[in-house]
């Protein structure tokens, strides 16, 4: 019987290690060493095709795989990728939840996020990544004013107005806990500034 114990807890570890190798968890980096081939076209949302040089297989990030969120990505300049063409390069990659688009409104996606791309040789960074929050507006009006200050009788800085009940935005905690921060920039249009927690449901 203690034999048959020993095996079983034996064979637990391995099935916690395997389940630990191949899972992700929220926050997770990792670094791939790829070799960029060109931009992908054809598909609806476009992307970057790449050789994974640890497997030599076809790698494809789409452009949803990219964010744009404030000093979150770094490195080699997307709209000048294809100067590294035929060229090693390192990718960094960070597993979180963060906003997709492939119509009209962004919605809540959980996928590796592409947070750098650098020259073969370049050192991790050692910066600390704030992942935001992911909210929908509630507001009874159907958009939301941002406030300069966290104070209702602050200026209004901008407001953010949903194409549908379902889009979602990105938040930040901010010190009061009464309060999202908003770093709004999107097609143009740019602003920051706070968010009473009352017009916020937070999805992930």
């Known amino acids: 019987m203690k034999k048959l114990s020993v095996i079983l807890s034996i064979f637990s570890l391995i099935l916690l290690s ?3 190798l ?10 791939m060493s790829v070799n960029f081939v060109r931009l992908d076209n054809e598909s609806q949302i476009g992307g970057y095709i790449f050789t994974d040089l640890s497997n030599n297989r076809e790698l494809n990030l789409t452009s949803n795989q990219t964010v744009s969120l404030p000093g979150f990505y770094e490195g ?5 990728i294809e100067d590294y063409a035929n060229k090693n390069l390192v990718i960094d990659m960070i597993y979180m939840h963060h906003l ?4 009209s409104y962004n919605y809540s996606c959980l996928d590796w ?3 750098g791309i650098h020259p073969e040789g370049t050192p991790k ?4 990544i704030i992942l935001p929050k992911i909210g929908k507006i509630i507001d ?17 800085v901008g ?4 194409m549908t009940t379902e889009e979602c935005f990105y938040f930040y905690r901010s010190p009061d806990i009464n309060w999202f921060k908003v770093d709004f920039d999107y097609d143009g249009v740019s602003f920051k500034g706070y968010i009473h927690a009352s017009r916020v449901k937070i999805v992930h």
């Open 18 to 20: 395997s389940k630990n």
């Open 22 to 31: 191949y899972s992700q968890s929220i926050g997770q980096v990792k670094r």
């Open 76 to 80: 080699i300049s997307l709209e000048s």
């Open 100 to 103: 997709c688009n492939e119509g």
């Open 113 to 115: 996020v592409i947070t």
């Open 125 to 128: 960074s050692t910066k600390k």
């Open 140 to 156: 009874p009006d159907g958009y939301v004013n941002v406030r300069s200050q966290m104070n209702v009788k602050s200026s209004i």
């Open 159 to 162: 407001k953010l107005e949903p």
